[in-house]
């Protein structure tokens, strides 16, 4: 499977725990994007990447939030001192490198997400 | 990024074909118009994406008129597998040099045997 892979899918944990989620993109694909996805909503951009640069953080991505990429491959996004505001799936997606080519589709490849439980 | 509006639920039968709208009516000069599909605990899936007119792939077709305030996906005879929330999407491409997805609610398509 070539696909975006996301582990682990499932992660229960008690408030006040630190947990790690990894995402391993697209081999090829130099852009990497986390997002976060509540119950009946859309999802909602956390961060992005180009590479091993972190280029964008949204507000959503408080001080206990980090996300690192560190050779430009996989990325890992880790809480720390979890909430029970914190319980959503959380989605990486890859895309990529294509400057300047209009018309090319606005494609993002989407894991499957790792849903987090903060008891 | 351009806000947009579609219906919250849609249901259908098997062998239907389906229309979501989706109202756009801030869309900029240099937006494109973009769907993706996702099933339960799955991430999004890429479906569609055009400009202006229509576009057609092998999955579904993307009807946008010439003012662009608003663009309908066209499922041709859905089937059970369809079921699924559809977003419509709104932005610029490769605005400084990436582009961040931006999504709504989207459309709950309950497809019905």
């Known amino acids: 499977d070539t696909g975006v892979s996301q582990d682990p899918r499932h992660k229960i944990t008690k408030r006040g725990q630190n947990v790690t989620f990894r995402c391993d993109p697209i081999?090829?694909?130099?852009?990497l994007y986390w997002y976060r996805q509540t119950l009946g909503q859309g999802p909602e951009f956390l961060t992005y990447?180009?590479?091993?640069?972190?280029?964008?953080k949204s507000r959503l991505l408080s001080d206990r939030f980090s996300a690192e990429r560190p050779k430009g491959s996989f990325s890992t996004l880790e809480i720390q001192r979890t909430e029970q505001g914190d319980s959503a799936m959380y989605l990486c997606?890859?895309?990529?490198?294509?400057?300047?080519?209009?018309?090319?589709?606005?494609?993002?490849?989407f894991g499957p997400g790792t849903r987090l439980t903060v008891l | 990024l351009a806000k947009t509006t579609q219906p919250i639920s849609m249901d259908s039968y098997e062998g239907q074909e389906v229309n979501i709208t989706c109202s756009h009516n801030?869309?900029?000069?240099?937006?494109?118009i973009t769907w993706y599909q996702q099933f339960p605990s799955q991430g999004p899936r890429f479906i569609i994406q055009?400009?202006?007119t229509k576009v057609t792939n092998e999955v579904a077709s993307l009807f946008i008129p010439a003012d662009r305030k608003s663009s309908t996906l066209s499922l041709p005879r859905v089937s059970l597998s369809d079921t699924a929330v559809y977003y419509c999407?709104?932005?610029?491409?490769?605005?400084?040099?990436?582009?961040?997805?931006?999504f709504g609610a989207g459309t709950r398509l309950a497809v019905h045997p």
């Open positions: 997606a890859s895309s990529p490198a294509r400057p300047g080519l209009a018309g090319v589709p606005n494609e993002q490849f």
């Open positions: 081999s090829e694909h130099n852009r």
């Open positions: 990447f180009q590479n091993e640069a972190q280029l964008e």
């Open positions: 801030n869309i900029a000069t240099n937006d494109y």
């Open positions: 055009g400009y202006k």
């Open positions: 999407l709104v932005g610029a491409m490769f605005s400084g040099g990436y582009n961040k997805l931006i």
